[in-house]
């Protein structure tokens, strides 16, 4: 099946089976962006650090930049803006929060551009949604914007998974810096050496990565298609 991310890297995720998927629905979530993300990164990983899949992986991963976050901070453009996301959507920027923090680990080139992105979006998270009395955050991280009054699980996930996943990478050694002007091994942001002079080495454990190789890899060539 062909079609479910283009050229820019948008990445969709449904079809009308009514009429033999020949129509894809073109709205986008930031769930499935960030599952593409890391897919690819692992692609990137296996094939030892190939052009084709760091041109990939910058794709999705500027297009979800651009589409995702707002002066840095993450939002679900689909349904947020309009406060109609349902329970299953105010989990999917925890989801996308997770797959980027879990990305530089097997290319560590996009630090550079995910770092901080987590660290403002984990910000936001803290000081806009989760400052309630009562420990529980909203769904929303941008101020002034709408609001639901209805604390769910999906919104208490995704503002403490965003932060636990800021947490997470910086602990591992990782620096923040400008895209534009710090690359490692000179690189440009759709390329970069994983062996030598990465951010971080780290060791892979095989019964970890075979689960997600297969679940992942699977999807990241269901979706690619002819791309």
């Known amino acids: 099946m062909t079609g479910f991310v283009d050229q820019n890297g948008s990445v969709y995720e449904g079809a009308d089976g009514t009429i033999n998927c020949t129509e894809i629905n073109h709205i986008e979530w930031t769930a499935t962006a960030g599952a593409l993300i890391f897919g690819s990164a692992l692609m990137y990983d296996i094939s030892n650090a190939s052009k084709q899949w760091s041109d990939r992986l910058s794709t999705i991963l500027n297009h ?19 406060n109609t996301c349902n329970v299953d959507q105010r989990f999917y920027k925890g ?13 560590p080139f996009t630090v550079y551009q995910i ?3 987590l660290q403002s979006s984990a910000k936001a998270a803290a000081s806009t949604a989760c400052s309630s009395s009562n420990g529980s955050c909203g769904f929303s991280w941008l101020q002034n914007a709408k609001e639901s009054s209805s604390l769910d699980l999906g919104s208490q996930y995704s503002a403490f998974e965003v932060i636990l996943s800021n947490i997470a990478a910086t602990s591992r050694g990782f620096e923040s810096g400008d895209n534009s002007t710090q690359q490692p091994n000179n690189q440009s942001s759709s390329s970069g050496d994983k062996k030598s002079g990465s951010p971080l080495t780290v060791e892979l454990k095989s019964t970890n990565w075979f689960s997600l190789l297969v679940v992942l890899l699977a999807g990241v060539f269901m979706f690619y298609g002819g791309f």
């Not at 989801?95 to 290319?107: F, G, K, M, Q, S």
Request: a negative charge.
């Open 64 to 82: 979800t930049e651009s589409t995702f976050f707002t002066s840095g901070i993450m939002n679900d453009k689909a349904c947020e803006s309009s």
């Open 115 to 117: 770092l901080p992105l």
């Open 95 to 107: 989801i996308l929060a997770r797959n980027l923090a879990l990305t530089p680990l097997v290319a």
